[in-house]
């Protein structure tokens, strides 16, 4: 099956531009529309609200929500909100947040790995109609209840990247989110210990001739970060690392992460003209995929 399609609007794009660049995206034929929540930029759910307002049919993702800054009750008051005005077009991925931010604001939890899969059960339970009660470490609610909850509970996702983070995304979440870097090799690695879960593939795009000079020095960079040493072990080349070429390159390297477990495939363009590239892909790569 043909992966969904998606794109993130980076958290650095103007935004006051958000509701031409949903529109846009929409109406080049993709499927999902992302967003980041990275500090101090702006909020995700704001953004994710507004782009659900202004166009019909795109899904809409949030990720990550910082679970540690999230206290569930609210978090999915929030969520289901946007649900019950859009149902069938959220989803959501929380993870541990930025080391550095988490510590920045004061939110660092004792024990991130707790308290991420604490926010997300809960949160997720909510959402699902049920009626919470939990005394954990880090979420404590008493016979807390969505009233009502959404009739189409969104998918709840964990972004990470590590083997016990991959793990609480396996039990207590519906799905995966892997960040851009994450190569062939290592979409499969996580969808092995994954299992049934929906695995989501952030993936740098460049889109014509200049793709490798574009891509090389943000992979290098990347490489030299070490934010990643789980998907830094299995990064491989380039054009294992990236949708990148002609149209009929990326086409095909959408096609291998597919296969890789890849159930949507959510660009990054990297580059001059991000909204351009989003356009060009879909004029000239979505219709290759769409065909088979």
């Known amino acids: 099956m043909r992966p969904r399609i998606g794109v993130m609007a980076a958290p650095q794009w103007p935004v006051p531009e958000l509701p031409a660049t949903a529109r846009a995206v929409e109406a080049a034929g993709f499927d999902e529309l992302w967003f980041a929540e990275d500090c101090f930029l702006h909020g995700g759910l704001t953004a994710a609200a507004t782009a659900l307002a202004v166009t019909e049919r795109l899904t809409v993702g949030v990720g990550l929500l910082p679970a540690a800054v999230r206290n569930p009750a609210i978090a999915a008051m929030e969520i289901a909100t946007l649900c019950a005005l859009h149902p069938g077009r959220v989803e959501v991925a929380f993870g541990h947040g930025v080391e550095r931010w988490m510590r920045q604001i004061g939110a660092r939890p004792p024990d991130r790995l707790v308290a991420l899969e604490e926010v997300v059960r809960a949160t997720r339970a909510l959402l699902h109609g049920e009626t919470v009660t939990t ?73 014509g001739a200049d793709a490798r000079d574009e891509l090389s020095p943000v992979v290098e960079a990347w490489r030299g970060g070490g934010l990643y040493p789980a998907l830094t072990a299995r990064a491989g080349e380039l054009e294992g690392l990236a949708v990148a070429g002609s149209a009929a390159e990326c086409a095909a390297a959408v096609g291998r992460r597919a296969r890789a477990g890849a159930a949507a495939i959510v660009l990054m363009p990297v580059g001059p003209d991000p909204l351009g590239q989003i356009a060009r892909f879909g004029a000239d790569a979505l219709p290759l995929l769409d065909r088979g």
């Open 135 to 207: 005394e954990g470490r880090f979420v404590r609610l008493r016979d807390v209840r969505l009233e009502p909850p959404p009739d189409t509970p969104p998918r709840v996702l964990v972004g990470t990247t590590g083997e016990r983070g991959i793990a609480i995304a396996a039990r207590a979440a519906d799905g995966l989110v892997v960040p851009e870097g994450s190569s062939e090799e290592a979409l499969r690695w996580a969808k092995d210990q994954l299992g049934d879960g929906t695995l989501v593939a952030y993936t740098w795009l460049r889109i």
